[in-house]
């Protein structure tokens, strides 16, 4: 199964990079405790309060405009920012053999907090 989703955050790409790839921030709006060293090779760990958890290599990291995670079941998501009037756009694109709860859906209900 795959998801695609285009969304504009009303923030600059740095500001969206550092929420999609600092552990810390991704706790405010993606998963309750997340793991991620944004390294070709690091790895990413995501949980959720229900007991869910997801595990993910980075597989290509272009600061501030890319970001590809392979999923332990087989799966992929492919995030990619671009400077958009009004703030960034972010396209997500995510795949999974057994659909579990997406980071493109997630990514919709996503409003970034402000410092």
């Given at each position: 199964?795959?998801v695609?989703?285009?969304?504009?955050v009303?923030?600059?790409?740095?500001?969206?990079w550092?929420?999609?790839?600092?552990?810390?921030?991704?706790?405010?709006?993606?998963?309750?405790?997340?793991?991620?060293?944004?390294?070709?090779?690091?790895?990413g760990?995501?949980?959720w309060?229900?007991?869910?958890?997801?595990?993910?290599?980075v597989?290509e990291?272009?600061?501030?405009?890319?970001?590809?995670?392979?999923?332990?079941?087989?799966?992929?998501?492919?995030?990619?920012l671009?400077?958009?009037?009004?703030?960034?756009?972010?396209?997500?694109?995510?795949?999974?053999?057994?659909f579990a709860?997406?980071?493109?859906?997630r990514?919709?209900?996503?409003?970034?907090?402000?410092?």
């Amino acid at each position: 199964m795959q998801v695609e989703r285009e969304i504009v955050v009303p923030e600059p790409p740095d500001e969206v990079w550092e929420a999609l790839t600092e552990p810390e921030r991704l706790e405010e709006w993606f998963a309750t405790e997340a793991e991620l060293d944004a390294r070709p090779g690091g790895e990413g760990v995501f949980r959720w309060g229900d007991g869910e958890e997801r595990r993910a290599v980075v597989r290509e990291v272009e600061e501030s405009e890319r970001l590809v995670l392979d999923w332990e079941d087989g799966g992929e998501v492919v995030l990619e920012l671009e400077e958009a009037e009004g703030g960034t756009l972010v396209r997500v694109r995510e795949t999974s053999p057994d659909f579990a709860p997406a980071l493109g859906l997630r990514a919709l209900a996503w409003t970034p907090a402000r410092a």
